[in-house]
């Protein structure tokens, strides 16, 4: 069964300390996975995907096949980056319906 | 960006009654069109998909005579949720998706919130 994990419902960190969101996939053949973001009152957005291999808002994600995890980075967390955050994947040979894990919500104190 | 809107944001009805929720891509002609539902605290899931000119295709244990969808044109699709109850309030959301390319990448709407009395 295709299944996006999301171990950490709340995760609370202070400012400017390092961040890691973590998310661990269950899929056969090479998945495409994506990382989504919701701040307060807004709507869900994109937030990086694994083919592009970039880095937004200064978070980066990498695929780790061996582990089958695709976990959230940010080495130096911002109150901005309150918010929920979902891990999600393609389901196989579907129009791109996505597979959503429950998201972790990241508190970032001052 | 593209940006994906829905109408209304937020609908009260008494149980029985049926309710339409609009989802429109403002920018874009949206090919296919994805339905979501997410309780509280609780995490998106994918109700059915839409394509234009086409039926829609329900996920498993979703009630396609209960909630209808239409997708009549590129940038319109509707959910009605009929003969409601208080057990479909929901906060419900659609994204959109351009045709072309390789990517998946959906735009979200707000979401509308249901609620029934």
């Known amino acids: 069964a295709q299944r996006v994990t999301q171990p950490e419902k709340l995760l609370s960190v202070f400012k400017g300390a390092p961040v890691e969101l973590k998310c661990n996939y269950s899929?056969?053949?090479?998945?495409?996975l994506f990382w989504y973001v919701q701040y307060s009152r807004q709507r869900l957005q994109l937030l990086l995907r694994?083919?592009s291999r970039e880095s937004i808002k200064g978070f980066t994600a990498d695929l780790n096949k061996g582990e089958t995890s695709f976990h959230l980075k940010k080495p130096f967390a911002q109150e901005e980056d309150s918010a929920m955050y979902y891990c999600?994947?393609?389901?196989?040979?579907?129009?791109?319906?996505?597979?959503f894990g429950k998201g972790t919500k990241l508190s970032v104190k001052p | 960006g593209a940006v994906v809107s829905q109408h209304p944001s937020w609908v009260i009805c008494k149980s029985g009654t049926s309710v339409k929720i609009e989802c429109r891509s403002l920018?874009?002609?949206?090919?296919?069109m994805f339905w979501y539902r997410q309780f509280p605290k609780q995490s998106l899931m994918l109700m059915a998909t839409?394509?234009?000119?086409?039926?829609?295709?329900?996920e498993q244990g979703v009630e396609k005579d209960k909630f209808l969808i239409n997708h009549a044109s590129l940038t319109l699709s509707t959910l009605t949720v009929t003969s409601a109850h208080p057990e479909d309030s929901s906060f419900y959301i659609c994204?959109?998706?351009?045709?072309?390319?390789?990517?998946?990448?959906?735009?979200f709407g707000p979401g509308t919130r249901l609620t029934v009395t």
């Open positions: 994204s959109a998706r351009g045709g072309g390319g390789a990517t998946h990448e959906q735009y």
């Open positions: 899929y056969s053949g090479s998945p495409e």
């Open positions: 694994h083919i």
């Open positions: 999600a994947l393609i389901r196989a040979g579907s129009q791109g319906n996505l597979i």
């Open positions: 920018d874009f002609q949206a090919t296919t």
């Open positions: 839409s394509n234009e000119g086409s039926k829609a295709t329900y």
